[in-house]
Structures are given as C-alpha cells and as structure tokens.
C-alpha cells in the first residue's frame, strides 16, 4: 500500500495528458491543417455558405420548437410527483444516447410515407421526406432531450418556498410559471438551450436518412461537409465547413459553462 | 506485485494489438476497399478465395478514394468507375487499375406502385426522383444518362430531383422505404435488393458504359495476395460470384 503513493499520481497525470492531447489534437488540426487563407475562400463557396444558412435557420426552428413545448413539460415533470415520472423521464432521455442511425430508422418508422402515422401526415397536406420540415423533425427529436433534462434539473432546484409565496400573493399557476419559475431558472433553461442547439447543429445521420440531401432544402452543413469530402481536393472545403461548426460549438459550449457557472456541472435533480 | 500485473496488462493490450502488425505467417488478412454496389459480388467471392482472409469495407467509391488519398492503405481498391483508380495511380498511390466488370444503369421504383412505368414518367411534374451525388459513379452515370436527353425532358426530370444520396446503396433505400417514385442505380442494386423494388430498364441509347475499375494499392506488405485477389477477378472465383451477382463482362 505504501508503495502505491509515489507512482500513482505520476499515472494520473499521464492519463490525463494522454486524454487532453488525444481529444484536442483533432480539433485543432481542423483549423493548423490547411492555410487560413484556403480556408476562408472554401467558405466563400456557394454551396458552403447555402448549407450553414441552412443549418443556421433549421437549428433556430428546432430550437423554438424545443423551448415552447419543453419549458412547460419540463416544468410540470420537475413539480410534479405522479406514478410512472421515472419511465417519463426516462423515455424522453431515450433519444440522446441512440445512435443517429437508428433514429433515422426510427423517424421513418414513424413519419416516413410507410410509417405508422405516415398516412396521417400525408393526408393532412404535410410533407417531410425531402422537405426542409423533414429536417426541422430530425433536429427536434435528436436535440429536445438535452433541454427538456436541463429544464428538469433547473425547475427541480428552485426554492419551493418563492413559488409557494408567488401563489399566496394571488398569482395563479401559469402566472407563476412565466414570472417566477422561468426567471430564475432561466441559467440551467439556457445551458439547456445551448447544449440543444449544438447538438442540432452537429446533426448528421438522421437528417440524411429521414429528409435526404439536396442542396439548399435538406443539405446542412454537417451533410455538405460529407458531401464535399468526396469529391478530388474536397478536403480543404470539408475542413473549412468543420471548422465553423467547431467554433460554434464551442461558442456554445463556453456559453453553457458562462451563463449556467458550476450548477450545470454538479448534475442535481435527475 | 503490482509492477507484474502492470507489466502483464501491458503485454495484453500488445498482444490484442498484433494481429494488425503482423499477418505474413499464419493467416494473412487482405483488406479490400470496394464500391457498394460490389457488396454481395464481394461478399461471395471472399468466402471462395482461400487465399487469406479478406476484410472488406463498401462504401461509396469516391469516399474510398477520398480515403485513400489521406492515407489510407487497403490493399485493393475496387471501383464503380474507372475514372478514381486512374487518378489514383496519375498520384502514384496504386498499381496500375484493371477494368473487371460492367453493369447496367436502370430506373429503380417500389415493387406495389404504378405511378412510374417509363422514363416519360419520371419526367411528370410531382415525380419525386432520387439521384446520386455528381461525385459518386451512380450519380456521374445518371447526369450521363440525362445529358442524352432533349433538353426540355432533362430540365423536367431534373426538377423532379428531391434528393442527392452519398452512394448507391441509399439511393435505393430511398424507393424502398416509399420516399422516392424512382431512382437511378444499378441493375445489380435491384437484385441484390430482393422484394420491394423493380427495374425499369433504359432504353440502349441511353445507357452509358459502366465500368468498374480495381486496382493494387502501393506500398504494401503483401502485394502478391492482393494481385491473387485482382486475377481472380478477371479469371476465376471472383468473375463466378460477379456473374452470379448479375454484373456483365468489362465493357
């Protein structure tokens, strides 16, 4: 035992430089690996900058979609005590650790023109399959699950007291909700939002498998990025699409650990 | 003690990492980079060749190429074109390619519908079409296909195009799930495909020469098996499984 504690902390140090260089190596050799020159001029590309518009507009839909209906269900699992919570919240995680491939599967299953409710949405005029829609759908399912369990934990750590005292001053419940509730939940909601956003925007599989790839309607960025990569001296624009979806993620990231500070790292309520 | 068991653990993540480094002496393993449409042909023809044991990853031949050329070395190429292997030994990183196989482009619909039975079909408005890539084979052969039309019928068909798939496996997969009226793949595709989907064929004038490439990938441990591999292809148990698959003698 004693003469554990000399080398023990000397493999510790080594595992977590190991850990440091093998996961930012790569993020780093997207943007040292070509000039910064080639790389802003792969960007002035047309179908570079139509895919991140596209990206841009169908996170920002998913992401509206995601806050209106996950702020109140997220509320109401966080207050609530009812029988079945658990496999609630445990059904609506689901999605963040399937893979990309078999939520692709899984939205055609349902959505697509043979799936279970597809003769529904047809005959209500909508279309998704290689549609812009389609897309929005596959960000929404893929991303809503990192907001609704932020929102969970956010509501579930308020003062029950302040809510309580809302209601004795005459406040009804969605009056609480929008004036109390959300405000001071409001830096767990955007860590949420954060976190949501940039897994939408990193989307790939089940956007390419529900709503297929066409330039300007279904191609995101994260699809023109394999698209390009295929075609003879692609990689330079490949890297250079990676490379902003990179940086906004990571502006994200920072903006998680900003606004949220460490209450966003200590994972209380679920 | 604990150095020992240090040391041994050391040794078992070594040994779980050799069979990478060395395969000359027992059992050889060759690594065959390969077109998706290959995928069933290949799949036969390794279980045939005896010579060492094949691992092989499909995929769409301009990524495997792609691949290729940021370093990757599998010991065969194998494409649905002849035009990347060319390139690919232009840059130095293969052998010469040989041209071993050829194969038909067809309109691919789902088996149960009737909304398309012709190419005229395919160019009515609300036809939803599905294509390849330009950079894939499968979508370089389309645009070949559609550059023989008059203009106006190649303007309409175009127009019909919803989407834009990686390679030609999910071309397909677009028709057979519902998605898509029609698609343009390869007459093996359907084959392979089972139940679900049909080929319409093309008519001659329309059919652009389809011929697939394969070449030796350079700087190798072991290029004999690989060579092996690539006669077979041409003569031998490799030409039996491509026949079998439905593909037809290089054009």
């Known amino acids: ?270 | 003690v604990r150095r020992t068991s240090l040391s041994a653990g050391a040794a078992i993540a070594i040994s779980a990492l050799a069979p990478t480094g060395c395969g000359s002496d027992s059992q050889a393993t060759l690594t065959v980079s390969a077109a998706a449409s290959l995928q069933s042909a290949f799949t036969d023809y390794a279980d045939h060749f005896g010579a060492a044991e094949v691992r092989q990853s499909f995929a769409a031949s301009d990524q495997l190429a792609a691949q290729i050329r940021q370093g990757a070395r599998p010991d065969v190429f194998a494409s649905a074109d002849t035009a990347l292997p060319d390139q690919l030994h232009h840059a130095g990183l293969t052998g010469r390619p040989r041209t071993f196989a050829g194969n038909r482009l067809v309109i691919a619909v789902p088996t149960g519908s009737e909304k398309v039975r012709s190419l005229a079909d395919v160019e009515r408005p609300g036809t939803a079409v599905v294509v390849g890539e330009p950079a894939v084979p499968v979508g370089a052969y389309t645009r070949q296909v559609l550059g023989r039309l008059p203009a106006a019928k190649r303007r309409a068909i175009v127009a019909n195009i919803r989407s834009q798939e990686p390679d030609t496996t999910s071309v397909l997969a677009k028709v057979a799930e519902g998605a898509a009226d029609a698609a343009f793949v390869y007459a093996t595709d359907v084959e392979a495909a089972g139940g679900g989907v049909r080929a319409i064929r093309l008519p001659a004038s329309l059919q652009p020469t389809v011929a697939y490439g394969v070449a030796v990938v350079r700087g190798l441990e072991h290029p004999g098996l690989a060579r092996r591999f690539v006669a077979g292809l041409i003569h031998g148990a490799g030409e039996r499984a491509l026949r079998r698959a439905g593909f037809l003698p290089p054009p």
């Open chain 1, 1 to 270: 035992m004693r003469a554990a504690r000399p080398w023990f902390p000397a493999i510790a140090f080594v595992a977590l430089a190991v850990a440091l260089a093998f996961l930012v190596i790569p993020v780093v050799a997207v943007f040292t690996n070509t000039g910064p020159g080639e790389l802003v001029s792969a960007l002035g590309e047309h179908g570079a900058r139509e895919a991140l518009w596209l990206s841009l507009r169908t996170s920002l839909a998913a992401v509206a979609v995601i806050v209106l209906v996950g702020t109140p269900a997220a509320y109401l699992l966080a207050n609530r005590a009812f029988r079945g919570r658990a496999l609630v919240l445990t059904l609506i995680e689901l999605p963040l650790v399937m893979p990309p491939a078999a939520a692709g599967i899984a939205l055609l299953a349902a959505f697509g023109p043979n799936g279970i409710l597809g003769g529904a949405i047809h005959d209500a005029g909508i279309e998704l399959v290689f549609e812009t829609a389609g897309v929005i759908v596959a960000l929404v399912f893929v991303a809503a699950p990192f907001y609704l369990r932020a929102g969970v934990a956010a509501f579930a750590a308020l003062d029950a007291s302040s809510l309580e005292a809302s209601r004795t001053l005459g406040a009804g419940p969605g009056r609480t909700f929008l004036r109390v509730a959300i405000p001071e939940a409001s830096g767990g909601l955007a860590a949420g939002l954060a976190l949501a956003w940039g897994r939408a925007l990193g989307e790939f599989g089940a956007t390419l498998m529900f709503a297929g790839s066409f330039p300007g309607v279904t191609r995101t960025a994260s699809l023109e990025i394999f698209a390009t990569f295929n075609t003879p001296n692609g990689f330079t624009a490949a890297l250079a699409l990676s490379g902003v979806l990179v940086a906004v993620s990571g502006a994200l990231l920072l903006t998680v650990k900003l606004v949220s500070g460490e209450r966003a790292l200590e994972g209380r309520g679920i």
